[in-house]
């Protein structure tokens, strides 16, 4: 919100000089990005992507770090405690912004003070059965869950994971009881799904396609807003419940305190990255969709996410393991 007395204009007005005046000069040095989890997997790929497009536009040094652990907390927490200069970022996923703070008793940091820069991209959910489902329709397979509960299991990258938390939010709107099978990953849920060990999985279409495109998997509802000419003939989850919306996003945040100028600074140069067509090509072969957000975008579509999940986490006892 504004401030409207007359000291606080004057104190934003003066600050205003030394802000614009650091944002005009960064970035001066080396850049690390820091990503909360193992290397190899979709976030940190597309860490990568941003970062060689940093050093393309500035001539800098931009480095990636993967600092895995605690499901995304031991990077973010590194991150949350870093100088806010705008030389140490944070490319991250939902779970250490919007869910965590929820899930787990205490976290040595704080989700809310960590500094919006920009969404980057949004990520493709499917909701996959093997073929031993007789269900073909989002329709049938509730009512068999209903009428069978406990009999039904899905898998996921994960307890607390976005996938995880969509299935709660799936049986709290409908009454069906269906049994998680967490995993590290999506790798080793989609062997498991494949031979026949799993009845379902809520995971990214990226994943996913080649299997369901083969046969081997059958796709009965999307995780997005719209559906996907990819696999047309695939409703979206929100056309049988409404709101019903699962989709995966990656994102840049900074240490608490990081200028405002910087931020945007730094988000506008991810905007031009991403628009690129090269980097458009490399999130479509990952059914991908490039997003790019100013950094007040991206601090409101987090503190709508945090209230979304934080409801379904409270509503279903669910805890970090």
């Known amino acids: 919100m504004r401030k409207t007395l007359v000291g606080g204009i004057l104190l934003a007005a003066a600050l205003t000089i030394p802000l614009a005046a650091g944002a005009q000069d960064y970035p ?6 820091v990503v909360p989890y193992p290397s190899g997997g979709g976030v940190d790929v597309m860490a990568r992507i941003i970062a060689e497009k940093f050093r393309e536009k500035w001539g800098q040094t931009v480095t990636v770090e993967n600092r895995a652990g605690g499901g995304g907390n031991i990077g973010t927490e590194y991150v949350s405690k870093a100088s806010p ?15 965590n703070k ?21 990520m493709t959910n499917v909701l996959a059965v093997h073929p031993k489902v007789a269900a073909r329709s989002m329709q049938e397979l509730i009512a068999y869950a209903k009428a069978n509960p406990g009999r039904l299991n899905y898998a996921t990258q994960g307890i607390g994971s976005v996938s ?16 998680h099978v967490p995993y590290k990953g999506a790798a080793p849920a989609i062997a498991d799904l494949i031979g026949g ?8 279409l990226s994943v996913t396609l080649s299997h369901i495109r083969a046969g081997k998997l059958h796709a009965l509802a999307l995780g997005a807003e719209k559906r996907d000419p990819l696999l047309p003939d695939v409703p979206t989850m929100s056309e049988l419940l409404p709101g019903l919306v699962f ?14 100028a910087i931020a945007e600074k730094i988000s506008a140069a991810i905007a031009e990255a991403i628009r ?7 999130l479509r072969d990952r059914n991908g969709e490039p997003v790019g957000s100013t950094p007040a975008e991206m601090a409101l579509m987090m503190k709508q996410e945090r209230e979304r999940w934080g409801n379904v986490i409270r509503a279903t006892g669910l805890t970090a393991e």
């Open 28 to 33: 001066g040095k080396q850049i690390r990005i």
């Open 85 to 99: 200069d705008g030389y140490t970022l944070l490319f991250v996923a939902p779970g250490p912004m919007v869910v």
């Open 102 to 122: 929820s899930l787990f008793a205490k976290l040595s940091f704080d989700p809310d003070a960590m500094a919006a820069v920009s969404l980057v991209a949004a």
């Open 164 to 179: 995880h938390l969509t299935a709660e939010l799936l049986q709290l709107r409908t009454g069906a009881r269906i049994v």
């Open 197 to 204: 060990h799993l009845d379902m999985g809520f995971l990214e």
């Open 247 to 260: 989709t995966s996003w990656y994102g840049m945040v900074a240490p608490p305190n990081t200028p405002p």
């Open 276 to 282: 690129q067509p090269d980097v458009a090509q490399q």
